[in-house]
């Protein structure tokens, strides 16, 4: 719901830590003139808009509730402008440092003209952080004056141009950007739980942004699992991906595309687990070793697609193994983590394997021998 006046300049009233009563005095009014706009009774006197919406730091488009998110072309062209000149290698005589922290001063400039335009905020956080990391290095000792004062300047203009963002901003994206610069501004400044609070906010690369921050903090043991969860939801989020976007291909009969999809994530695998039996496998429901069969039926590649199919009947074996049961992986990739997968039931692996069989797609190679011997596998593990 969008918000009133009223309740707009309650909300500014608090970040600027002012009551009521010192608001009313810098404005020249009353102070029961103040507490009738923050509670919607009354409405402040056109005349009155500017000077209050320069009391609170904001333009009156604030007050309006019609922040600017994206800007003007003003301010796209100057983002533009200022983040080629930041990539380029400073003149002669100029020092990276140098050359950033003169960046940092012209959007600075720029906030002042628009103090509330949530893109150009963000590009401020970015540079101010990456200027931050310069003042960490020795290289750059001779160019500063007072290393800490001049840190602590700027960590806390990013993280007041952070909070606007955070108390007056809905959209995700700016949210992120801005709690993803404060957890590596409180990085560089060593506030740890700060930085962790504020990765814990993240709705994108939380687990990323945390494991940095239990390593900065010495919880090696929590870093090294937060790590090893990031990768296992990587692996996953592949694995999906692949199948979707192999199928894709596939509707459009582009095999060897939509072969090269499939067959990824189970060259994956091996790589990860190889052919190990003591390893409780990744299990994800990821029907891959048929349809890459399949695909190289489509392809020709007779032999092929029945070494895909001899793999999926051993992997079910591996997997009926692994069924209920619950095994702390040995593997340094997936530290302390526990591999488990089961639906407490018996393994469903009835019709598996030969429904998939049946399909048209293997009809060439259905009178072959080898073929039959792994129909009569797959026959087989499902009676067993």
């Not at 919607?40 to 500017?50: R, T, Y």
């Not at 001779?142 to 901003?169: F, G, P, T, Y």
């Not at 192999?246 to 509707?251: E, N, P």
Request: glycine share 4%; charged share 25%; net charge negative.
């Amino acid at each position: 719901m969008k918000e009133t006046m009223g309740q707009i300049i309650r909300r500014l009233r608090k970040e600027k830590n002012l009551t009521q009563e010192e608001l009313s005095e810098l404005l020249g009014v009353t102070s029961q003139a103040v507490s009738k706009w923050e509670n919607d009774v009354g409405m402040p006197d056109i005349s009155q808009v500017v000077p209050i919406a320069h009391v609170l730091g904001v333009t009156t488009d604030i007050l309006f509730g019609n922040a600017c998110v994206e800007g003007d072309e003003q301010v796209e062209s100057f983002i533009r402008e200022v983040e080629i000149r930041i990539s380029n290698k400073p003149e002669d005589g100029i020092s990276r440092f140098m050359h950033r922290k003169s960046c940092c001063e012209e959007l600075q400039s720029e906030l002042a003209i628009y103090p509330n335009n949530y893109k150009l905020i963000c590009c401020s956080l970015s540079f101010i952080t990456y200027l931050l990391w310069d003042y960490t290095e020795e290289q750059f000792a001779d160019e500063i004056v007072d290393r800490e004062s001049e840190m602590k300047a700027w960590a806390d203009e990013a993280i007041r141009q952070a909070h606007i963002v955070l108390n007056r901003c809905t959209d995700s994206e700016y949210l992120n950007s801005a709690n993803r610069w404060l957890v590596s501004i409180y990085r560089i400044m060593k506030d740890y739980s700060k930085a962790e609070e504020h990765a814990m906010k993240l709705t994108e690369n939380r687990g990323r942004y945390l494991a940095v921050v239990y390593s900065d903090m010495g919880k090696v043991d929590e870093a090294m699992k937060q790590y090893s969860l990031n990768i296992n939801a990587a692996l996953m989020n592949l694995s999906q991906d692949l199948s979707l976007l192999g199928h894709l291909y596939q509707k459009q009969q582009r095999y060897e595309d939509a072969y090269a999809c499939y067959r990824l994530f189970p060259n994956i695998y091996e790589l990860i687990f190889g052919q190990s039996e003591n390893e409780v496998p990744y299990y994800i429901n990821h029907p891959c070793y048929d349809w890459c069969a399949a695909m190289c039926i489509h392809l020709e590649r007779y032999d092929e697609a029945m070494e895909w199919l001899e793999k999926w009947i051993n992997q079910e074996r591996i997997n009926e193994k692994a069924f209920n049961v619950i095994t702390r992986s040995d593997l340094p990739y997936f530290y302390g983590m526990e591999f488990s997968y089961s639906y407490n039931a018996t393994y469903p692996k009835h019709n598996r394997i030969t429904a998939s069989l049946e399909w048209e797609s293997f009809d060439p190679i259905r009178e072959l021998d080898r073929f039959k011997n792994i129909v009569k596998q797959a026959e087989a593990f499902e009676k067993e």
